[in-house]
T-cell receptor
Framework: GDSVTQMEGPVTLSEEAFLTINCTYT??????LFWYVQYPGEGLQLLLK?????DKGSNKGFEATYRKETTSFHLEKGSVQVSDSAVYFC??????????????FGKGTHLIIQP | EPEVTQTPSHQVTQMGQEVILRCVPI?????FYWYRQILGQKVEFLVS????????KSEIFDDQFSVERPDGSNFTLKIRSTKLEDSAMYFC?????????FGPGTRLTVL
């Protein structure tokens, strides 16, 4: 079945540092890929997405590129802020193309940004 | 901006009791979902719903779970006889153009 693997946390960085959170996946077909963010005490918010190979999703300074050859969708940000502290989830929707596909999530990476 | 809402935000129940978790999806969305997140673990898919019937369900979604869209706006998850291991955060989501939008969740605590 489909699966998502992302780097274990917590990841602790200083403000203005460069961020990379690795995400790799296995899936049949042509999945869409997502990053969701969960701030403390809140629900899941869509951060960015990419629907086909070589697409780059971007939002709020975060970027991720859909790499089919390496089955990866790594999240990057050039300069993190304390307000970026949250749990980040990589996810995919099934490659079968069915509209009702549930998302498959990674375990989440807890990011801590220190001032 | 329209958003998915869920009630209650926190539900405490005794083991063996029935609970109903409620969600109001975004109004023009057609696909609806329930997920759960046990504390410290990843978010897990439970069920998807389209055109007034279940489209897909996971192994977790056994006979003690059911979903319903009783009217044009609400989407509910019922757990018939709660177990301790049902304690989790339950998220509702609705989908448009291939992207799922999540509600804030209901924290269910089973004692």
């Amino acid at each position: 079945g489909d699966s998502v693997t992302q780097m274990e946390g917590p990841v602790t960085l200083s403000e203005e540092a460069f961020l990379t959170i690795n995400c790799t996946y296995t899936a049949t077909g042509y999945p869409s890929l997502f990053w969701y963010v969960q701030y403390p005490g809140e629900g899941l918010q869509l951060l960015l997405k990419a629907t086909k190979a070589d697409d780059k999703g971007s939002n709020k300074g975060f970027e991720a590129t859909y790499r089919k050859e390496t089955t990866s969708f790594h999240l990057e940000k050039g300069s993190v802020q304390v307000s970026d502290s949250a749990v980040y989830f990589c996810a995919l929707s099934g490659g079968s193309g069915g509209g009702a596909d549930g998302l498959t999530f990674g375990k989440g990476t807890h990011l801590i940004i220190q001032p | 901006e329209p958003e998915v809402t869920q009630t209650p935000s926190h539900q405490v129940t005794q083991m063996g009791q029935e609970v109903i978790l409620r969600c109001v999806p975004i109004s023009n969305h057609l696909y609806f979902y329930w997920y759960r997140q046990i504390l410290g673990q990843k978010v897990e898919f439970l069920v998807s719903f389209y055109n007034n019937e279940i489209s897909e369900k996971s192994e977790i979604f056994d006979d003690q779970f059911s979903v319903e869209r009783p009217d044009g706006s609400n989407f509910t998850l019922k757990i018939r006889s709660t177990k301790l291991e049902d304690s989790a955060m339950y998220f509702c989501a609705s989908q448009q153009l291939g992207t799922q939008y999540f509600g804030p969740g209901t924290r269910l605590t089973v004692l």
